[in-house]
């Protein structure tokens, strides 16, 4: 095996890596440990790197480089990211230089949401669409945008912020952002779990939900799609509620773009139909009508590789 590439996604928790060929193909995965003092992260990819080489019995000449996503605004062409304090970077640090001059390969590095964007496009459910819209709704909602094949990164790495549209002018939660309203406070597993507690609290009607919450204090998302595919109508509510703010924010980007595919990913998109039937309603409600009638909105089918294979992508075509 020659020109190897070598994909990262960089998480919170834990640090997924690859080893891909230049088709996309996944020759080894592994996770390691994210380590949240931000010291130690990349020391720990490339000695993570290197055992994996060995174990193998690869050499670092059968590489041609690395890609890396990781959690916040970063400016491309530098390799720099901006202030990751929930990885303990509180300052811009060069993420690009510090992975090249620790593994000794070529790097590039992204925005975790453009680099799961490509992936889906290169391998997953956007394959052969240049236009592209990419949502994560999971604890909060990542977004990436590709315009005839290229990540729209911006004037300072901030392009496809799309969880941070407002939806909410008057009245919304407050965002890990700062802003009130995004739409990350509603369609994300977290918002949708406290609109249906808000619900429940502020009503009487009857429900599975009512009945879970008083047993445990809990409601999470899955319960809320689980409830309604079981025809609770305080769940269908909520589950309105959220897709007709969602499908509102995604035709005005949609409307900027005029993509071929939506593409919907995160642990909120297992819900599959009961999520994507009323979004297509309210997106087709709302976007341009020649927009509606271009864009398809699907679920994304790579889940947890998304990253490591765009990633690979990004190595493959920026050396």
Same mark, same amino acid.
């Given at each position: 095996?020659?020109?190897?590439?070598?994909?990262?996604?960089?998480?919170?928790?834990?640090?997924? !890596?690859? +080893?891909?060929?230049?088709?996309?193909?996944?020759?080894?995965?592994?996770?390691?440990?994210?380590?949240?003092? *931000?010291?130690?992260?990349?020391?720990?990819?490339?000695?993570?790197?290197?055992?994996?080489?060995?174990?193998?019995?690869?050499?670092?000449?059968? +590489?041609?480089?690395?890609?890396?996503?990781?959690?916040?605004?970063?400016?491309?062409?530098?390799?720099?990211?901006?202030?990751? %304090?929930?990885?303990?970077?509180?300052?811009?640090?060069?993420?690009?230089?510090?992975?090249? &001059?620790?593994?000794?390969?070529? %790097?590039?590095?992204?925005?975790?949401?453009?680099? =799961?964007?490509?992936?889906?496009?290169?391998?997953?459910?956007?394959?052969?669409?240049?236009?592209?819209?990419?949502? %994560?709704?999971?604890?909060?909602?990542?977004?990436?945008?590709?315009?005839?094949?290229?990540?729209?990164?911006?004037?300072?790495?901030?392009?496809?912020?799309? *969880?941070?549209?407002?939806? !909410?002018?008057?009245?919304?939660?407050?965002?890990?952002?700062?802003?009130?309203?995004?739409?990350?406070?509603?369609?994300?597993?977290?918002?949708?779990?406290? !609109?249906?507690?808000?619900?429940?609290?502020?009503?009487?009607?009857?429900?599975?939900?009512?009945?879970?919450?008083?047993?445990?204090?809990?409601?999470?998302?899955?319960?809320? +799609?689980?409830?309604? *595919?079981?025809?609770?109508?305080? =769940?269908?509510?909520?589950?309105?509620? #959220?897709?007709?703010?969602?499908?509102?924010?995604?035709?005005? #980007?949609?409307?900027?773009?005029?993509?071929?595919?939506?593409?919907?990913?995160?642990?909120?998109?297992? &819900?599959?139909?009961?999520?994507?039937?009323?979004?297509?309603?309210?997106?087709?409600? +709302?976007?341009?009508?020649?927009?509606?009638?271009?864009?398809?909105?699907?679920?994304? %089918?790579?889940?947890?590789?998304?990253?490591?294979?765009?990633?690979?992508?990004?190595?493959?075509?920026?050396?």
């Amino acid at each position: 095996m020659e020109n190897l590439l070598i994909g990262i996604d960089l998480g919170g928790t834990t640090v997924k !890596l690859a +080893f891909i060929t230049q088709e996309g193909e996944i020759v080894t995965k592994w996770e390691i440990p994210t380590d949240k003092s *931000g010291a130690k992260i990349i020391p720990d990819i490339a000695e993570a790197i290197e055992a994996k080489m060995n174990e193998l019995k690869l050499s670092k000449e059968q +590489f041609a480089g690395v890609g890396m996503g990781a959690p916040g605004p970063i400016h491309f062409e530098e390799g720099v990211i901006y202030k990751a %304090t929930n990885l303990g970077w509180r300052e811009m640090y060069p993420l690009k230089a510090e992975l090249e &001059a620790n593994i000794g390969l070529p %790097t590039v590095v992204d925005n975790d949401a453009n680099v =799961a964007a490509i992936g889906e496009m290169w391998k997953g459910a956007g394959e052969g669409a240049k236009d592209l819209l990419c949502v %994560t709704l999971g604890t909060g909602v990542g977004g990436g945008i590709i315009s005839n094949g290229n990540v729209v990164r911006g004037a300072n790495g901030a392009g496809g912020e799309i *969880g941070h549209i407002t939806s !909410l002018v008057d009245g919304g939660a407050l965002c890990g952002c700062g802003k009130t309203g995004c739409i990350e406070t509603i369609a994300s597993a977290t918002g949708i779990a406290r !609109l249906a507690k808000e619900a429940i609290q502020g009503g009487n009607e009857s429900s599975v939900l009512r009945e879970q919450f008083e047993q445990t204090g809990e409601v999470t998302s899955k319960d809320v +799609f689980e409830a309604a *595919g079981k025809g609770d109508l305080l =769940a269908q509510e909520i589950i309105d509620n #959220v897709t007709t703010h969602l499908g509102l924010a995604l035709s005005h #980007v949609a409307n900027g773009l005029n993509p071929e595919k939506i593409v919907i990913g995160g642990g909120v998109s297992k &819900a599959g139909e009961l999520l994507l039937l009323p979004l297509r309603k309210q997106f087709n409600r +709302f976007a341009f009508p020649r927009v509606a009638e271009a864009a398809e909105i699907t679920i994304a %089918t790579l889940g947890n590789d998304a990253g490591v294979i765009g990633a690979a992508y990004l190595a493959k075509n920026n050396q």
